[in-house]
């Protein structure tokens, strides 16, 4: 079965509002990563977490290694934070990713 | 800034055809790495490399290959392209914490 699990598949906020992506893992992961694509098809590189929380402006990431899940919250969404997001998991040493789904995140105005 | 770039950025290839998608890296980086994303799903690994002159397949590799002439080059080759291949294929590299992506490769097979 699927290794990372990624809720909701599709979000839709009112400008500045929030809410939380959440990826849950099947098995103990090393660290995490948080992707947004943009609507030019870009991946940008979010957050890395191998424990505890980051934040960056408007957004903020946890990851629990032991209760194996991490979040994304975004508050104030603006307009341009529409895309979708992605969160990969880092299992081994070769530091492969196994990537959520993906949350399709629409903001409007 | 870390810098990935991928050619071409789209591309229509017929049934049975070969195709070689590029991409070239400056970030000095040993790992990088091909995925595909399909549409309602999350990146795929197809091949990737820690050094040059040396691939190792992903969870995908059937029906690809992939060349690692260099540091900074990694191509992803498709023999016989099949209409299931169609796909936006990203190429990365890493350093401990990050990825960085490349703009992506729109591939469309006919």
């Known amino acids: 079965g699927d290794q990372v699990e990624q809720s909701p598949s599709a979000l839709s906020l009112h400008e500045g509002t929030g809410s939380a992506l959440r990826c849950n893992f099947t098995?103990?992961?090393?660290?995490v990563q948080w992707f947004r694509k943009n609507s030019r098809g870009s991946l940008i590189n979010l957050f890395y977490?191998?424990?505890?929380?980051k934040e960056n402006g408007r957004l903020k990431s946890a990851f629990d290694s032991k209760e194996r899940y991490s979040t994304l919250h975004i508050r104030d969404a603006q307009l341009e934070d529409s895309g979708t997001y992605f969160c990969?998991?880092?299992?081994?040493?070769?530091?492969?990713?196994?990537w959520g789904s993906g949350t399709k995140l629409i903001i409007k105005p | 800034e870390a810098a990935v770039t991928q050619s071409p950025r789209s591309k229509v290839a017929v049934t049975g055809g070969k195709v070689t998608l590029s991409c070239h890296q400056t970030?000095?980086?040993?790992?990088m790495y091909w995925y595909r994303q399909d549409t309602g799903h999350g990146l795929r690994l197809i091949h990737y490399?820690?050094?040059?002159?040396?691939?190792e397949k992903g969870d995908i590799p059937d029906g690809y290959k992939a060349s690692r002439p260099s540091q900074e080059n990694f191509s992803l080759i498709l023999e016989l392209a099949s209409l299931s291949q169609t796909a936006v294929y990203f190429c990365a590299s890493r350093t401990r914490y990050e990825q960085y992506f490349g703009p992506g490769t729109r591939l469309t097979v006919l």
């Open positions: 990969a998991a880092e299992m081994d040493s070769n530091y492969q990713l196994i």
């Open positions: 977490l191998a424990s505890g929380t």
């Open positions: 490399s820690y050094v040059a002159d040396s691939t």
């Open positions: 098995t103990t992961m090393r660290a």
């Open positions: 970030n000095n980086h040993d790992y």
